[in-house]
C-alpha cells in the first residue's frame, strides 16, 4: 500500500514537472521577444554565414518575427535550416513566419541599373558614367579603364600591348544592365565581352592589306566619333586617314590633340598643336599610340572598311555638322573661306 501510494505520487510529480516545462516552453515560443507594432517596413540585413539562430535573432529584433525560438522550430519543421541566403531585404514587421521563411529561402530582390554608354565617351566618361547610375566606386573603375589592361589581356589578347595599360576603346558603347553590388571588375568584363561579341562579324580583310590591326582600326574608329559630327560621313573621314597614311603624310588631326587637354577644351592654341605627346598626329608621324575615345559599329565600319576616295582634306561648313571633303589643300582654303563667309567670320 505504502509503494503503491509513493509511486502515484512519483507519477504525479513527473507529470506536473512534464506540465511545467511543456508550459515554460510553450510561453517562450508564444511569448513576443518585442512590443514593436506590425505593419511597418523594415530594412534587414542578413550576412552570410550567418546561422538559423541568429538569423532568428536579428528577425526578432527587427521585429519582423515575434518569436525568434519560434521561427527557429518553425524553420526546423519545414527543413529550411541551410536554405536561406545572404543579402538586403525590405521587410515588414509583424510577418507570419511561413512567408518570412519563403522570401529568405527565395533570397533578396535584386536590383538592377540601366546604363547607356554612349558613342564617344572616353575612358574615364565611362568610368564616370558607372559611378553615377549603378554606384560603382569611382577610383576602382577609373584605375581599372585606365591602366589596368594586363589583367584581361589573357581573355582578350588585342590588350597584351595596350598603350599605358589602357582600356580606352574597348568599352563598346551600348546601354548595360548591372545588378547592384556589381563590381568595377565584373563592369570591365561585361564591357570587353560585349565589345568581342559586337567585332567577331567585322571584316578586317581591307584593313589588315594596308598593314592594319584591330587595335590600329580601333584607334581610326576613335578618331572618326570625334572629328565627325555624322554618322553617315565616317567611310570618307576614314578615307582621308587611310590616304594620308598612304602618302605618306601626318594625319594633322585636332581630335587627337584635344585627347590629352582638360575636358571641356574645345580649340585648340598654336602651342597645343606643338604639344609633345603621343597622341599629337601634328608633331608625330601614323596613327597615336592608342585609340581617344570608345567608338561603336558604325565607326568600326568605316574603320575597318573605309569609302573608296581622293580626298585628303575636310573641313567643318554645315550648321548640322557636315563637312566639305577637298583634294587638294587649296581647295581644303576656299572650302575653309566659303564657311568663313557663310558664318560671318
Not at 191 to 214: E, N, V
Not at 307 to 324: F, I, K, N, P, R
Amino acid at each position: 500500500m505504502w509503494l503503491a501510494r509513493v509511486l502515484v505520487g512519483v507519477v504525479v510529480l513527473v507529470v506536473l514537472l512534464g506540465a511545467v516545462a511543456f508550459g515554460a516552453v510553450r510561453y517562450h515560443l508564444y511569448r513576443p521577444d518585442t512590443n514593436i507594432a506590425a505593419g511597418a517596413s523594415v530594412h534587414v540585413v542578413i550576412e552570410s554565414g550567418s546561422s538559423t539562430a541568429e538569423i532568428a535573432e536579428i528577425l526578432s529584433e527587427a521585429g519582423v518575427i515575434e518569436n525568434a525560438l519560434m521561427f527557429r522550430w518553425k524553420t526546423r519543421q519545414a527543413e529550411a535550416d541551410g536554405k536561406m541566403r545572404a543579402g538586403e531585404y525590405d521587410l515588414s514587421t509583424g510577418m507570419p513566419y511561413d512567408l518570412v521563411m519563403e522570401r529568405l529561402i527565395a533570397g533578396p530582390v535584386a536590383v538592377y541599373f540601366k546604363v547607356p554608354v554612349p558613342e564617344g565617351f572616353t575612358a574615364v566618361q565611362v568610368a564616370e558614367r558607372f559611378a553615377e547610375r549603378a554606384q560603382i566606386p569611382a577610383d576602382e573603375l577609373t584605375a581599372l579603364v585606365t591602366a589596368g589592361a594586363g589583367q584581361f589581356a589573357a581573355e582578350h589578347p588585342y590588350l597584351q600591348d595596350a598603350y599605358g595599360g589602357s582600356l580606352e576603346g574597348f568599352l563598346f558603347p551600348a546601354t548595360y544592365t548591372v545588378e547592384e553590388g556589381a563590381s568595377a571588375q565584373e563592369v570591365v568584363e561585361m564591357m570587353l565581352d560585349h565589345f568581342d561579341s559586337q567585332i567577331a562579324g567585322l571584316d578586317l580583310s581591307y584593313a589588315t592589306s594596308q598593314g592594319l590591326d584591330l587595335t590600329d582600326v580601333v584607334i581610326i574608329a576613335s578618331i572618326l566619333e570625334r572629328e565627325s559630327k555624322l554618322a553617315e560621313e565616317f567611310p570618307l573621314v576614314s578615307s582621308v586617314i587611310y590616304n594620308r597614311l598612304a602618302k605618306p603624310m601626318r594625319l594633322q588631326l585636332c581630335a587627337t590633340v584635344l585627347y590629352e587637354l582638360p575636358p571641356g577644351t574645345t580649340s585648340l592654341t598654336e602651342q597645343d598643336l606643338k604639344l609633345d605627346s603621343p597622341y599629337n598626329t601634328y608633331i608625330h608621324d601614323g596613327l597615336p599610340v592608342g585609340p581617344i575615345s570608345n567608338p561603336g559599329m558604325a565607326a568600326l565600319q568605316a574603320a575597318a572598311t573605309p569609302a573608296e576616295t581622293d580626298y585628303l582634306y575636310y573641313v567643318l561648313t554645315g550648321a548640322d555638322g557636315s563637312q566639305t571633303f577637298t583634294r587638294t589643300y587649296d581647295e581644303f582654303l576656299k572650302a575653309k573661306q566659303a564657311s568663313r563667309d557663310m558664318n560671318g567670320g
